[in-house]
């Protein structure tokens, strides 16, 4: 079964960039950053529960290759068909491997560093309205899914989503827009929780009171599963490791 078939068995679609959640306008960096959040889903190591899991993780690093590949991508851009004899699909090759030259580890100031810019950047706009659309307006959902986001910075984000439809960018989403107090009261009754279990990790963890936010924030990523801070700022921000060799050639 080739790749493009296998895709469509596993992922319900035969359209590489469909199963990056991307379109085929799609920058390098994008591919790159997509196909990392993706992958977390489906790594062997993470998803213990998909009988899947491995066979999804390997098709997705052929996908990468596929579309990282300036003339492969080409090829399937402009014919919809890809070289199952290509280097870059070599069956020998060790896909976890080469995942993790791909994606090294972020240190903790990265990513103190990366809230400091993010927070109010034009970056941080985009992702939040990019959420609204994706979730319709429910903030829970959006809430728990905002790089960088405490209890305190929910009526920020609140500002640019109403910002957003006033100006017509999005739609008002009823979600949003009459959200019961009920509903804001036991999202805010969850952040406090949160917060307190963040203020034990400090605690164990030895760090000030200025590294708090750096706590909340690996807090958040703990209940955002593999949609987390860490995962999104390793792909956003993961410096570029030793490109991968390509395979021997299959045979013919």
Same mark, same amino acid.
């Given at each position: 079964?080739?790749?493009? %078939? &296998?895709?469509? *068995?596993?992922?319900?679609?035969?359209?590489?960039? %469909?199963?990056?959640?991307?379109?085929?306008?799609?920058? =390098?960096?994008?591919?790159?950053?997509?196909?990392?959040?993706?992958?977390?889903?489906? #790594?062997?190591?993470?998803?213990?529960?998909?009988?899947?899991?491995?066979?999804? $993780?390997?098709?997705?690093?052929?996908?990468?290759?596929?579309?990282?590949?300036?003339?492969?991508?080409?090829?399937?851009?402009?014919?919809?068909?890809?070289?199952?004899?290509?280097?870059?699909?070599?069956?020998? &090759?060790?896909? =976890?491997?080469?995942? +993790?030259?791909? $994606?090294?580890?972020?240190?903790?100031?990265?990513?103190?560093?990366? !809230?400091?810019?993010?927070?109010?950047?034009?970056?941080?706009? =985009?992702?939040?309205?990019?959420?609204?659309?994706? #979730?319709?307006?429910?903030?829970?959902?959006? /809430?728990?899914?905002?790089?960088?986001?405490?209890?305190?910075?929910?009526?920020?984000?609140? &500002?640019?989503?109403?910002?957003?439809?006033? @100006?017509?960018?999005?739609?008002?989403?009823?979600?949003? /827009?009459? !959200?019961?107090?009920?509903?804001?009261?036991?999202?805010?009754? &969850?952040?406090?929780? @949160? +917060? %307190? !279990?963040?203020? !034990?990790?400090?605690?164990?963890?030895?760090?000030? *009171?200025?590294?708090?936010?750096?706590?909340?924030?690996?807090?958040?990523?703990? =209940?955002?599963? $593999?949609?987390?801070?860490?995962?999104?700022?390793?792909?956003?921000?993961?410096?570029?490791?030793?490109?991968?060799?390509?395979?021997?050639?299959?045979?013919?």
């Amino acid at each position: 079964m080739g790749l493009l %078939e &296998r895709c469509l *068995e596993l992922f319900n679609t035969s359209n590489l960039y %469909e199963v990056l959640g991307i379109n085929k306008e799609a920058s =390098e960096a994008d591919i790159r950053k997509n196909y990392y959040k993706v992958s977390l889903k489906v #790594h062997p190591d993470r998803a213990p529960d998909d009988p899947q899991a491995t066979e999804k $993780f390997q098709v997705l690093g052929k996908l990468y290759a596929v579309l990282s590949d300036k003339e492969q991508r080409a090829v399937y851009d402009e014919q919809g068909l890809v070289d199952e004899e290509s280097d870059v699909l070599s069956q020998d &090759r060790c896909w =976890e491997e080469y995942w +993790r030259l791909l $994606f090294p580890k972020i240190t903790v100031q990265d990513i103190l560093e990366f !809230e400091k810019k993010y927070k109010g950047s034009d970056e941080e706009r =985009e992702d939040v309205i990019r959420l609204y659309v994706q #979730h319709e307006g429910d903030m829970d959902a959006i /809430t728990a899914s905002a790089l960088c986001s405490s209890q305190e910075d929910e009526p920020r984000l609140c &500002r640019i989503i109403q910002a957003a439809i006033k @100006s017509g960018e999005v739609e008002a989403f009823r979600a949003f /827009t009459k !959200e019961s107090r009920a509903k804001k009261r036991a999202r805010r009754k &969850r952040r406090q929780t @949160s +917060r %307190e !279990e963040a203020e !034990e990790m400090q605690k164990e963890m030895g760090l000030g *009171e200025d590294e708090e936010s750096l706590v909340m924030m690996l807090k958040q990523s703990r =209940e955002r599963n $593999f949609n987390s801070l860490l995962s999104d700022l390793e792909a956003k921000y993961s410096q570029k490791g030793t490109k991968p060799q390509k395979g021997k050639r299959a045979k013919k």
